[in-house]
């Protein structure tokens, strides 16, 4: 996955081949920056977007799709969709990353449908039963996003989540499996849950 792919959302393609704007005293441009600039319609934004989150969006797509191919040109669109419709983005509805995975879900449900409507001729002519229906792609993103924040944690917090989530096991037996004391335990749950909910927070974005 190259910035070619969306070298034709921008007027002036030799701008993306500069992704980094920095900012004063050399550091990358902050997000409320790159979030101005795209408003504005400056080309360096568009690159900004796909240096940062592009991998993000095109693993989602990878993961939803099942096919590598599908996810470069649902990444493609993802980005196109966020230039051109760049004057709906607000700032108080979530951060740039929860807008692009809401833009990511819409392309890749539209992927899919059309992906379901090209096999439908095929499958009206086939003595065989229709394949059961796979999970809702919005159902294989939250999951994605959980476990990339989760991996995000300190080990010993994802350690104390993964065991209450996944295993469904009380605090007491977390203690009993992890031979931490029992407060530790509950303390590494709450401080755990506080940051995956920050990080969850990041990639949420109210249309």
Do not use: N
């Not at 983005?89 to 392309?107: A, D, F, K």
């Not at 755990?192 to 990080?199: S, T």
């Amino acid at each position: 996955m190259t910035l070619a792919t969306v070298q034709a959302a921008a007027p002036r393609p030799e701008a993306l081949a500069q992704p980094r704007r920095p900012a004063p005293g050399g550091a990358t441009a902050a997000e409320e920056e790159v979030a101005r600039a795209l408003a504005r319609g400056e080309e360096w934004a568009l690159a900004e977007l796909f240096e940062r989150w592009g991998t993000l969006v095109h693993t989602l797509s990878a993961r939803v799709l099942g096919d590598t191919q599908d996810a470069e040109d649902v990444t493609q669109q993802v980005f196109l969709a966020a230039w051109r419709g760049r004057g709906t983005y607000r700032p108080e509805r979530g951060s740039l990353p929860g807008w692009l995975v809401g833009i990511t879900r819409r392309v890749t449900a539209d992927a899919l449908s059309a992906r379901a409507r090209r096999r439908e001729p095929a499958a009206a002519g086939s003595t065989f039963p229709p394949a059961a229906a796979g999970p809702h792609p919005d159902e294989v993103l939250d999951r994605l996003l959980v476990a990339r924040a989760l991996a995000g944690l300190p080990a010993v917090q994802r350690r104390v989540l993964f065991l209450a989530f996944y295993e469904d096991l009380t605090h007491t037996e977390i203690a009993r499996r992890t031979g931490l004391p029992l407060g530790t335990v509950k303390a590494h749950a709450r401080r755990g849950l506080l940051r995956l909910r920050r990080r969850m927070e990041a990639v949420r974005y109210t249309p």
